[in-house]
């Protein structure tokens, strides 16, 4: 049993893999609990192991290379069009294995824990600022429901509701904003 390229599509708790020869023939499927995933490719001689990009798979890509292992993630529209059956653990296993030995496939690059750190940060930081802008937005509109046209704050929503805690200021505000009617 001479593995030259195996493709892991990962899961929860279990992961199937899927691995071929050099002549493309199929010697390897296996269902591999987290556990006993690290003891597998101890064992396994160096070969190329194909990951579909995902939320762990940095990391087991890291661990697998620890191993000796080549390894290459690969974004998932890119693998689709190599799945040849029904979308199931097996099927994905298979087409990420023949994805990854194609000559003209894209590869996601690798990243170090630093560098998944660093995105991290932004991606909440980018989080923090839309969900701020969509306050931002929502205290706009309630100021719209609330204050006549003429007198919507232009500047910053915060500027409505400081009128709106006083009453006395907000009612001062609209008899200036508006010019009393000639009958």
């Known amino acids: ?44 001689p160096p070969c190329l192991v194909g990951i579909e990009s995902c939320a762990s798979a940095r990391h087991w890509g890291r661990t697998l290379e620890g191993f000796g292992q080549t390894v290459r993630l690969m974004a998932p529209q890119f693998v689709k069009p190599c799945v040849k059956a029904n979308k199931n653990d097996v099927a994905d296993a298979e087409a990420i294995c023949e994805a990854v030995s194609r000559p003209n496939m894209r590869f996601v690059p690798p990243k170090n824990i630093e560098q ?16 701020r802008t969509a306050q931002a937005n929502q205290i706009r509109g309630l100021l719209g429901e609330k204050i006549s046209n003429s007198s919507r704050p232009h500047n910053h929503p915060a500027d409505g509701v400081k009128r709106m805690r006083s009453p006395s200021k907000l009612i001062a505000h609209r008899s200036e904003a508006a010019p009393p009617r000639r009958p």
């Open 116 to 131: 998944q750190g660093i995105l991290s940060v932004h991606r909440v930081r980018q989080g923090f600022v839309k969900a």
């Open 1 to 44: 049993m001479n593995i030259t390229t195996v493709g892991i599509d990962l899961a929860k708790n279990v992961l199937q893999v899927h691995g071929v020869d050099a002549r493309g023939k199929v010697v390897l499927r296996r269902q591999l609990r987290r556990e006993q995933v690290a003891r597998f490719f101890v064992n396994l």
